[in-house]
């Protein structure tokens, strides 16, 4: 950060798993910093934290799985859709993962103006229809506006 950026940061290793204290502790050392980033913390409780710390404190809160992917992401989309002359809501976009960056690509794509894009995680193709969907991959379901089912190499055709 310091170096790309000219930002000074303090590594904090907290040694839980548990969402609970990872939030109460980031929480109680925010006053002492201008911005929180979030790293190594998988899904789905990367959101659930992410979501609580947004709203517990008045600083910025990043997750890097998530946000610094999705943004190099888009980037490289807009530049694909440039070389072939397209709109992005005129493609469809498959994606291999739904984890935590994964699904915040997918959110930051729609936001852009993607509006087909079908994620496969382990199970296949996420749709509205499809059991077993956290609130997470529920909420990014409707981004397959046309229901396709099914695993990556049936998708991706």
């Not at 950060?1 to 050392?29: R, W, Y």
């Not at 498959?94 to 994964?102: C, D, E, H, L």
Request: hydrophobic content about 45%; proline content about 4%.
């Amino acid at each position: 950060m310091k170096e790309f950026a000219g930002v000074n940061c303090i590594p904090i290793v907290l040694d839980t798993q548990d969402p609970a204290e990872i939030i109460s502790t980031i929480k109680h050392l925010s006053p002492g910093f201008g911005m929180i980033v979030l790293e190594d913390i998988k899904a789905p409780q990367c959101f659930y934290i992410e979501e609580e710390l947004r709203k517990l404190l008045p600083i910025p809160v990043f997750h890097d799985d998530q946000h610094g992917t999705a943004i190099v992401v888009l980037a490289a989309t807009i530049n694909a859709l440039k070389l072939v002359n397209k709109k992005v809501d005129q493609v469809k976009i498959v994606m291999s993962g739904a984890g935590a960056a994964g699904l915040a690509i997918a959110k930051l794509l729609h936001n852009y103006g993607a509006t087909n894009i079908v994620i496969v995680d382990t199970r296949g193709a996420i749709h509205p229809e499809r059991d077993h969907l956290n609130e997470y991959k529920q909420a990014v379901s409707a981004f397959n506006i046309n229901n396709e089912q099914g695993s990556l190499s049936d998708v991706i055709a």
